[in-house]
């Protein structure tokens, strides 16, 4: 993921949120490519189960994928 971001950044894109893990169990960045569309890329790092993603994220959390 991070030699990923960085290779987008050496094409040219503008990187507006670095590689960060979510709560939620993936591993997340967005860029803006050269012509202004903005892209998400992801990472999933692990299962999370509902109860722990709602407890971290203080929400509760309606239609989980498993």
Do not use: K, N
Not at 10 to 26: L, S
Not at 34 to 56: I, Y
């Amino acid at each position: 993921m991070d030699a990923h971001c960085e290779q987008a950044r050496a094409a040219g894109a503008d990187i507006i949120q670095e590689p960060t893990d979510q709560f939620y169990g993936e591993r997340q960045y967005r860029a803006r490519d050269p012509e202004g569309h903005v892209w998400t890329f992801t990472l999933t790092l692990r299962s999370v189960p509902r109860e722990e993603a709602e407890r971290l994220g203080g929400v509760q959390i309606d239609g989980w994928h498993r």
